[in-house]
Each structure stands twice: as C-alpha cells, then as structure tokens.
Nanobody, 115 residues
C-alpha cells in the first residue's frame, strides 16, 4: 500500500502560478510511474501530466507549455509546477502512483483560478 498526500493547492489569479507536491509513503518510490490528474465539477477525471520511473514525461494538450511535472526520488515526491493558470484549470488535482497493474490515489487538493 502506498499513501499519497498532495499539497500546494489554493486560490490563484489567472496568469498566476501554483506548485503542487505529492509525497509518497514508500521506500521504493523510484519504481513508480507518477501522474497528476484533475477533476472539475460535473466532468470526468482527466490526466494532466505523467512522469515515468525513468523520467520521461507527457502532458495533456491543454496544459502543454504551461505545466511541468518533475520528481525527486530522494524525497519520494512528485511536483506539478503550474504557470499561466487559466480559470478552466480550476479542479481538484489528484496524484497517482502506478506500476505493474497497481495504482494508488491521493485524496486530492483543490485548485481555484479566478479570472
């Protein structure tokens, strides 16, 4: 079992920045692929960004060039740097750890972007 705790959410103005963190309670964090997902009210949860255990990244088209995912294996933490925020980025952001058919979710952190 892997416990994930997200932090860093809050209120930002359009054009502003926030940095999300997700701390994992596992000594083998480095083997997990990590992802950030979000769910806006009335919408399905969607993948925002992911980073593999080897450091490869991919992004949803809607955030390319604005968001950056990174990881620090020494701190068992994955980050999501969000720049040039838009009101449509408003959602609950969830961290996910996944490998070999196993997946674990955090409880989420709210991000609200005002226009």
């Amino acid at each position: 079992q892997v416990h994930l705790v997200e932090s860093g959410g809050g209120l930002a103005q359009a054009g502003g920045s926030l940095r999300l963190s997700c701390a994992a309670s596992t000594s083998i964090f480095s083997i997990y692929n990590m992802g950030w997902h979000r769910q806006a009210p009335g919408k399905q949860r969607e993948l925002v960004a992911a980073i593999t255990s080897g450091g490869s990244t991919n992004y949803a088209d809607s955030v390319k060039g604005r968001f950056t995912i990174s990881r620090d294996n020494a701190k068992n933490t994955v980050y999501l740097q969000m720049d040039s925020l838009k009101p449509e980025d408003t959602a609950v952001y969830y961290c996910k750890a996944f490998t070999a058919g196993l997946g674990y979710w955090g409880r989420g952190t709210q991000v609200t972007v005002s226009s």
